[in-house]
T-cell receptor, first 112, second 114 residues
C-alpha cells in the first residue's frame, strides 16, 4: 500500500489550460514537499508546506496543504509547455521521525 | 555553488559484475540519501546518512547492496554482484538539518545490467 497516493497518474493538456494534481494519505504529515522532475534530471524542490491549511504561491503554481495535514494539492494556472514534467509529492509522517516518503508522481504533458 | 554531483551518468554492465556509483553532496550538508527510481516502483529510499553515519538502511534491497560515506564530501553505493533487476536510475540527494527533508538531488546514474 502506497503511503502517498497521487492523482491523476498522467495528465495531457493544451497550453493555457488550468489543472490540479492531488496528493492524498491516511496519515498525518509534519511537512510535505512538492518536486518537479524533468527527463534525465533529478527532482527539483518547488515548495515545502508545514501548517494545516497553508497556501503557497509560486508564480502560476498554487500549493495547498489540507487542514488535517493529510493531503495536498498543486494547481497550475495557464499551463505552459515548460511545465511539462513529473510532479512528485513527498512527506514526513508525524511522529515517525526521519525519512520522507515519495508518491508515485503525476506525469504532466503540456502541448503547445 | 555546485549541486550534488553523481558519477557516472550512465553505466552499462553485465550480470555478475560489480558496480560502484559515486556521489559528492553539497558542501555543508550533513544528510545524504540514496534513492532508486523505476517505472514500476517509483522513487524508493535505499539508505541515508547523517554526519557520515548510516541512520536507516531498511530500504536496501539485499546484501548485494552496500553504501559507504568515508567523509563528508563523498559517498558510494556498490552492487556486487549486479543483476538485471537492478537496472534503474539511482539518485543521490543531500540536505542540511534541521530542514533535512528539503533535499537537493543529483542528476542521477542510469544503470543498465545486461
Amino acid at each position: 500500500t502506497q503511503l502517498l497516493e497521487q492523482s491523476p497518474q498522467f495528465l495531457s493538456i493544451q497550453e493555457g489550460e488550468n489543472l490540479t494534481v492531488y496528493c492524498n494519505s491516511s496519515s498525518v504529515f509534519s511537512s510535505l514537499q512538492w518536486y518537479r522532475q524533468e527527463p534525465g534530471e533529478g527532482p527539483v524542490l518547488l515548495v515545502t508546506v508545514v501548517t494545516g491549511g497553508e497556501v503557497k504561491k509560486l508564480k502560476r503554481l498554487t500549493f495547498q496543504f489540507g487542514d488535517a495535514r493529510k493531503d495536498s494539492s498543486l494547481h497550475i494556472t495557464a499551463a505552459q509547455p515548460g511545465d511539462t514534467g513529473l510532479y512528485l509529492c513527498a512527506g514526513v509522517v508525524l511522529l515517525r521521525a526521519g525519512k520522507s516518503t515519495f508518491g508515485d508522481g503525476t506525469t504532466l504533458t503540456v502541448k503547445p | 555553488d555546485a549541486g550534488v554531483i553523481q558519477s557516472p551518468r550512465h553505466e552499462v554492465t553485465e550480470m555478475g559484475q560489480e558496480v560502484t556509483l559515486r556521489c559528492k553532496p553539497i558542501s555543508g550538508h550533513d544528510y545524504l540519501f540514496w534513492y532508486r527510481q523505476t517505472m514500476m516502483r517509483g522513487l524508493e529510499l535505499l539508505i541515508y546518512f547523517n554526519n557520515n553515519v548510516p541512520i536507516d538502511d531498511s530500504g536496501m534491497p539485499e546484501d548485494r547492496f552496500s553504501a559507504k560515506m568515508p567523509n563528508a564530501s563523498f559517498s558510494t553505493l556498490k552492487i556486487q554482484p549486479s543483476e538485471p533487476r537492478d537496472s534503474a536510475v539511482y539518485f543521490c540527494a543531500s540536505s542540511r538539518g534541521p530542514d533535512k527533508n528539503i533535499q537537493y538531488f543529483g542528476a542521477g546514474t542510469r544503470l543498465s545490467v545486461l
